[in-house]
């Protein structure tokens, strides 16, 4: 059967399995499903000449499919019709490898791989600000100083300097520990910075005005909180008056700090640009004498900076033996010795000691415990955790289950019975008997994996590549339910529904997103659903989503708009099915009332357009007569 033959009953098929509705996954893009339709619509004429060749090649690709009555030792690569994977909605580009393994051709591989996992550099624009404090970063304008992308990672390099960030991302990140020691006079000026970002009289401030629920909100450590602890509520005043105590010995920490403490929202909120990751935070502070809260080893899933605010803390960090359970790395026999050293249960530990200013980066997996070393000072530091939900394992966890299940339905192989006899030579007791004089064992076993390497595995990988995007998609969506809600500036609040609701979008109007990829869509039960951060509570899951629905028609409009960053688009040139004006400035009004655009255009903003009522529409009816 010849490859063309091949493709064009691929593509009559796979046509018809989109008229049926039956996708790979439940959620592909908007714009895929629009190219989908468009695609269905141009080459229905296509057709009826396919359906009789297709027709003779059906037979001859039933006796291609492989069974285990015949030799093992047979060549088989044919197709069946079920074999065809479901509809693609989108162009997918195989890998595949070359055909003599050259030098060039693996200099090519690693460069093209390299440039997959690239971090984005800094721009001039950016390292022209490398001299800012933290703060100053922050309080930078949006597009019109520096992007989100580039603010983000002009924060990292502060915070972990002198390292250069492209040095930390391929030596460090996810690999080894680094302490950045702010022992130069340009890293004084860091470490000062960092100091402002949680002074204590904020501290103080938090706890004089709110009432903390234990576990939750904060956790209180030595014997002075112990009628505190077992409450329902814990009162922050009572907390701050037993604290300031000059004989006693406690901690407190107070974890999601962001909730409570707008600088520390601001600096998670902007990093998480960097990261592509929720940015969770903790502020410990110890009062002088107090050696340590934690004695024993921990493991935590997730990547952690300490940013040492006040005082000074010392750290073990060590390489327990851990393994992965539902998506959290847990310990795994991490006690002490009888010596009380730990080293034979974490293996090898380092220890640092971080200086007011200093910063300490500790990858997840690692194990770790904080110690005080100078017991008359107060010790104060921060600790921001991400890069949660996104590693490799996550990704695949959604497409292997997706893709096994639609060849379940689809291929003749995947609902193959297996080998009568499969049991008689395969299993733990016969993987047992390969020994040196028999490396394969029993011979059965060993052409039964080959056949699953060159028959199965190939089918699953296909289908895990087709539905790769859609899989990615929903993982933009779970960020999008987690992420912080963005702070907005002055400047920006009157610019966005936040400060601006009764903003009325005219075709003119030119808006662009509020911050790059804080808004999503997905298709679900035949409509477009988009889901945004803005109405995220400062705590993980604190607000219940309210995702808008659109028809389908309105999907290119709203892609378009959640790619409008930096640059703003005009309402007049969204893409719409209808090209009907009317249909594009209802799109453009609904996403703007949810808070995640900005109007850009002078003529739109408030003040604006009073202006142009007074004077009768001169301006604004001018131009929205020109659009039309």
Same mark, same amino acid.
């Given at each position: %059967?010849?490859s063309?033959?091949?493709?064009?009953?691929?593509?009559?098929?796979a046509? /018809? %399995?989109?008229k049926q509705? @039956?996708?790979?996954?439940?959620?592909?893009?908007?714009a %895929?499903?629009?190219?989908?339709? @468009?695609?269905?619509?141009?080459?229905?004429?296509d057709?009826?000449?396919?359906?009789?060749?297709?027709e003779?090649?059906?037979?001859?690709?039933d006796?291609?499919?492989? @069974?285990?009555?015949? =030799?093992?030792?047979? =060549?088989?690569d044919?197709? =069946?019709?079920?074999?065809?994977l479901?509809?693609?909605?989108?162009?997918?580009?195989?890998?595949?490898k070359?055909?003599?393994?050259?030098?060039?051709?693996?200099?090519? /591989?690693?460069?093209?791989?390299?440039?997959?996992?690239?971090?984005?550099?800094l721009d001039?624009?950016?390292?022209s600000?490398?001299?800012?404090?933290?703060?100053?970063?922050?309080?930078?304008?949006?597009?019109?100083?520096?992007?989100?992308?580039?603010?983000?990672?002009l924060?990292?390099?502060?915070?972990i300097? &002198?390292?250069? @960030?492209t040095?930390?991302?391929?030596?460090?990140?996810? /690999?080894?520990?680094?302490?950045?020691?702010?022992?130069?006079?340009?890293?004084?000026?860091?470490?000062?910075?960092?100091?402002?970002?949680?002074?204590?009289?904020?501290?103080?401030?938090?706890?004089?005005?709110h009432?903390?629920?234990?576990?939750?909100?904060?956790?209180?450590?030595?014997?002075?909180?112990?009628?505190?602890?077992n409450?329902?509520s814990?009162?922050?005043?009572?907390?701050?008056?037993?604290?300031?105590?000059?004989?006693?010995?406690?901690?407190?920490?107070?974890?999601?700090?962001?909730?409570?403490?707008?600088?520390?929202?601001?600096?998670?909120?902007?990093?998480?640009?960097?990261?592509?990751?929720?940015v969770?935070? /903790?502020?410990?502070?110890q009062?002088?004498?107090?050696?340590?809260?934690?004695?024993?080893?921990?493991?935590?899933d997730h990547?952690?900076?300490?940013?040492?605010?006040?005082?000074?803390s010392?750290?073990?960090?060590?390489e327990?033996?851990? #393994?992965?359970?539902?998506?959290?790395?847990?310990?795994?026999e991490?006690?002490e010795?009888?010596?009380?050293?730990?080293?034979? !249960?974490?293996?090898?530990?380092s220890s640092?000691?971080? !200086?007011?200013?200093?910063s300490l980066?500790?990858?997840?997996?690692?194990?770790?415990?904080?110690?005080s070393?100078?017991?008359?000072?107060?010790?104060v530091?921060?600790?921001?955790?991400?890069?949660r939900?996104?590693?490799?394992?996550?990704l695949?966890?959604?497409?292997? &289950?997706?893709?096994?299940?639609?060849?379940?339905v689809?291929?003749?192989? %995947?609902?193959q !019975?297996?080998?009568?006899?499969?049991? #008689?030579?395969?299993?733990?007791?016969?993987?047992?008997t390969?020994?040196?004089?028999?490396?394969?064992?029993d011979?059965r076993?060993h052409?039964?994996?080959?056949?699953?390497?060159?028959?199965i595995?190939?089918?699953?990988?296909?289908?895990?590549?087709?539905?790769?995007?859609?899989?990615?998609?929903q993982m933009?969506?779970?960020?999008?339910?987690?992420?912080?809600?963005?702070?907005?500036?002055?400047?920006?609040?009157?610019?966005?529904?936040?400060?601006?609701?009764?903003?009325?979008i005219?075709?003119?109007?030119?808006?662009?997103?509020l911050?790059?990829?804080?808004?999503?869509v997905?298709?679900?039960?035949?409509?477009?659903?988009?889901?945004?951060?803005? $109405?995220?509570?400062?705590?993980?899951?604190?607000?219940?989503?309210s995702?808008?629905e659109?028809?389908?028609d309105?999907?290119?409009?709203?892609?378009?708009?959640?790619?409008?960053?930096?640059?703003?688009?005009?309402?007049? $040139?969204? &893409? #719409?099915?209808?090209?009907?004006?009317?249909?594009?400035?209802?799109v453009?009004?609904?996403?703007?009332?949810?808070?995640?655009?900005?109007?850009?255009?002078?003529t739109?903003?408030?003040?604006q357009?009073?202006?142009?009522?007074?004077?009768?529409?001169?301006?604004?009816?001018?131009?929205?007569?020109?659009?039309l």
């Amino acid at each position: %059967m010849s490859s063309r033959a091949t493709l064009r009953k691929r593509k009559r098929q796979a046509k /018809q %399995m989109a008229k049926q509705g @039956r996708t790979p996954v439940k959620l592909p893009s908007a714009a %895929m499903l629009m190219k989908a339709r @468009r695609r269905d619509s141009d080459d229905s004429d296509d057709d009826s000449d396919e359906e009789s060749d297709d027709e003779e090649e059906e037979e001859e690709e039933d006796n291609e499919m492989p @069974r285990f009555s015949r =030799s093992m030792h047979d =060549s088989d690569d044919g197709l =069946s019709d079920d074999d065809v994977l479901p509809a693609k909605k989108a162009k997918v580009t195989k890998f595949t490898k070359p055909t003599k393994k050259t030098e060039s051709n693996a200099s090519k /591989q690693s460069n093209g791989i390299d440039e997959v996992f690239s971090v984005p550099k800094l721009d001039s624009s950016a390292v022209s600000k490398i001299d800012l404090s933290i703060s100053s970063i922050l309080d930078l304008d949006d597009v019109d100083d520096i992007t989100a992308d580039q603010k983000a990672a002009l924060i990292l390099s502060k915070i972990i300097f &002198p390292t250069d @960030r492209t040095l930390f991302y391929q030596l460090y990140w996810e /690999q080894n520990p680094l302490h950045s020691s702010r022992s130069s006079q340009e890293g004084e000026a860091v470490s000062a910075t960092i100091g402002k970002l949680f002074p204590m009289k904020e501290f103080k401030r938090i706890l004089k005005e709110h009432v903390f629920v234990p576990n939750e909100d904060i956790i209180l450590y030595g014997k002075s909180f112990q009628t505190l602890q077992n409450q329902a509520s814990i009162d922050g005043p009572s907390v701050l008056k037993t604290f300031l105590k000059s004989d006693v010995k406690c901690g407190i920490r107070l974890l999601e700090t962001q909730k409570w403490c707008t600088n520390v929202w601001r600096l998670a909120s902007a990093l998480e640009f960097e990261f592509q990751s929720r940015v969770s935070s /903790q502020i410990t502070v110890q009062s002088p004498e107090f050696l340590g809260l934690d004695k024993d080893f921990t493991v935590v899933d997730h990547d952690q900076f300490v940013l040492q605010l006040e005082g000074s803390s010392g750290w073990d960090i060590g390489e327990a033996k851990t #393994h992965i359970t539902d998506h959290i790395v847990v310990e795994d026999e991490i006690d002490e010795d009888n010596d009380g050293t730990g080293k034979s !249960a974490v293996g090898k530990t380092s220890s640092y000691f971080l !200086a007011t200013g200093d910063s300490l980066y500790i990858p997840k997996g690692r194990s770790f415990r904080q110690t005080s070393l100078h017991p008359t000072d107060t010790n104060v530091y921060l600790v921001l955790g991400t890069n949660r939900n996104r590693a490799m394992h996550d990704l695949m966890s959604l497409v292997v &289950p997706q893709a096994i299940g639609n060849l379940a339905v689809e291929s003749k192989k %995947m609902r193959q !019975a297996l080998p009568l006899t499969l049991t #008689h030579y395969t299993g733990v007791a016969s993987s047992e008997t390969e020994t040196e004089e028999n490396p394969l064992g029993d011979k059965r076993r060993h052409l039964f994996l080959q056949y699953l390497e060159k028959h199965i595995m190939p089918l699953i990988t296909e289908q895990v590549l087709d539905i790769v995007d859609p899989a990615v998609d929903q993982m933009s969506k779970s960020f999008v339910m987690e992420r912080l809600p963005v702070p907005l500036s002055t400047k920006e609040e009157k610019s966005t529904a936040a400060g601006f609701s009764e903003a009325v979008i005219f075709p003119y109007t030119q808006l662009r997103m509020l911050r790059p990829g804080i808004a999503t869509v997905a298709v679900e039960d035949g409509k477009i659903v988009l889901y945004h951060c803005m $109405d995220n509570a400062r705590v993980l899951f604190g607000n219940d989503m309210s995702p808008l629905e659109f028809d389908l028609d309105d999907g290119p409009a709203i892609e378009t708009l959640l790619k409008a960053y930096p640059n703003a688009v005009m309402i007049s $040139d969204l &893409p #719409h099915p209808s090209e009907d004006m009317e249909d594009k400035v209802g799109v453009a009004q609904a996403l703007f009332k949810e808070g995640f655009l900005v109007i850009v255009d002078e003529t739109s903003k408030p003040g604006q357009a009073d202006s142009d009522d007074d004077d009768n529409d001169n301006d604004g009816s001018g131009k929205l007569d020109s659009l039309l």
